[in-house]
Structure formats: structure tokens, C-alpha cells
């Protein structure tokens, strides 16, 4: 919401994801209305809430799965509702995402999870996509795990997994839901590494979306808060900015653990 004191909006020098005026509405039911921010390219972006503020469903829409009731999307300098088609296909397959859970396939091994989007949508042959997947499982530490199936593998190596398959088209974005949901402290934090590390090496562009405070003060170079009842967004900058200097009540609250 534009009153709100901590909505340190900065210009956004080569952005690579526009959202302006976005709304969401289920029948009478507005879940919010009037969003708009940028991510810069390399940026590792946070969006954050408290339950049924809209994230999961802001990320759902940045992704194409479904449609806003009104507002506008650019992603990659492209109109993403309004692109068709192949240009609507090529974009798409410019964007990887990992869903909470991880979503392996349960009958595959990490190896066959990792190749399934090189197989869908390239023409490499049979060769070239095991060098492809088993260089992903690599940069996220699963070189040794990559022949067996996602039963065999903790919920940390699944996250992992997720982001190696995530990964494997050579996405400029990456968006990821709740990456650390379910994680013991350890090993979200070496989650939290991991994706520092993508960052930084790769230049890849991250979209994050979590509640998990660790995490958004140790990853985050810029985030954005939704509020259920603001049906909007209430602070955007930089999250430590934010913990230390928020005014307004709950966003103080959320970085703090506060009681509003």
C-alpha cells in the first residue's frame, strides 16, 4: 500500500521481472489489489507474508499458472499475459521453478528428474543429457545420490533436487516456494548457502518465496511483504533495513517476532 513507511521503493536498473497494478480475486473475495515492485537481474528477491496474505499465489501467477484479474506482467522484457503460442512456450521454458516440496517424481531417480525437462523440451541426445542433469546435481551437492530414487533421500536432498531440475534448461529465473519449509535449522542453512552461492557464481535471478525469517535476512537483497488484511503489499527493501528500522506495526512485528 503506497502509505505505508516502509515501502523503501529503489529504481531498478536492468529488471528482469515488472509487475505493475497486479490484483487477485476469488468471486467477491479481493486477496490483493494494486501490486507493483521490479527484481533486478542477479537479485536475490524475497517475497513474505504471514499465512493467506497471497504469496504462493503471487508466485503462481509470476509463473503463468494462473491469471490475474487485472494488472501486468513482464518477464524478461516479455508481456506475459499477453504472450501466445511459441513465444509464450520459449518464455516459460526461460523460467525454472521448485514447488515446496521438491515434486520429484517418485518412480525416477534424481538423475531421470533432473533430465525429464532436457528430454521435454531439447534435442539432445540420450549422452548429452545425463553430462547436462549430472552437472546440475553437482552444483547442488548430489553427485553421489544422482541413481537413487527421491524415497531414498532426505527433505534437504529433495530441495535440492528440485533446484538441480529447476535448474536444468539454464533458466534466467529461478523461483522457488518455501525452500526451508520443514528443514532442520543445519540444513536450511546450507540450503540458504546454496542458493547465495547459485547467486553469486551462476548470476542467476532468484524469486523467493518463504516466511522463514533465518532465511530472508541470510539470502535476501531486496523483498516485499503482503498483508492479508492490507490486501496489499506493506514494505518493500532491503530485510535487514526492515528488522531494524520498520515503523510500521507488523512488519515490525514479523521481523522482530513481536506481538503486533
Do not use: Y
Not at 188 to 204: E, P
Amino acid at each position: 500500500m503506497d502509505g505505508s513507511p516502509d515501502l523503501h521503493r529503489a529504481a531498478v536498473a536492468d529488471p528482469v521481472v515488472q509487475v505493475d497494478g497486479l490484483a487477485m480475486a476469488f468471486g467477491a473475495n479481493t486477496l490483493f489489489h494494486d501490486v507493483s515492485f521490479e527484481v533486478g537481474r542477479g537479485e536475490v528477491f524475497v517475497i513474505l507474508g504471514g499465512s493467506g496474505c497471497g504469496k504462493s499465489t503471487l508466485l503462481k501467477l509470476l509463473i503463468g499458472l494462473h491469471a490475474p484479474s487485472a494488472g501486468r506482467i513482464r518477464i524478461l522484457g516479455e508481456d506475459l499475459l499477453g504472450a501466445g503460442g511459441d513465444t509464450r512456450r520459449d518464455l516459460l521454458t526461460r523460467l525454472g521453478v521448485m514447488w515446496q516440496s521438491g515434486a520429484l517424481f517418485g518412480s525416477m531417480t534424481l538423475l531421470e528428474n533432473v533430465m525429464l525437462p532436457l528430454q521435454e523440451h531439447t534435442r539432445l541426445p540420450p549422452a548429452a543429457r545425463e553430462e547436462v542433469a549430472r552437472l546440475k546435481l553437482g552444483l547442488v551437492g548430489l553427485s553421489e545420490a544422482a541413481d537413487r530414487l527421491p524415497a531414498e533421500i532426505s527433505g534437504g536432498m529433495a530441495k535440492r533436487a528440485g533446484i538441480a531440475r529447476a535448474m536444468a534448461l539454464d533458466p534466467a529465473l529461478l523461483f522457488l516456494d518455501e525452500p526451508s519449509a520443514g528443514l532442520d535449522p543445519i540444513t536450511s542453512a546450507g540450503l540458504d548457502r546454496l542458493i547465495q552461492d547459485l547467486a553469486r557464481d551462476l548470476g542467476t535471478t532468484f524469486v523467493v518465496v518463504t516466511h522463514e525469517l533465518q532465511s530472508i535476512l541470510a539470502i535476501g537483497d531486496r523483498c516485499i511483504m503482503l498483508d492479508k488484511q492490507a490486501q496489499g503489499i506493506i514494505a518493500e527493501g532491503d530485510p535487514r533495513q526492515l528488522r531494524d528500522h520498520a515503523a510500521h506495526p507488523t512488519v515490525r512485528a514479523f521481523f522482530r517476532r513481536e506481538a503486533a
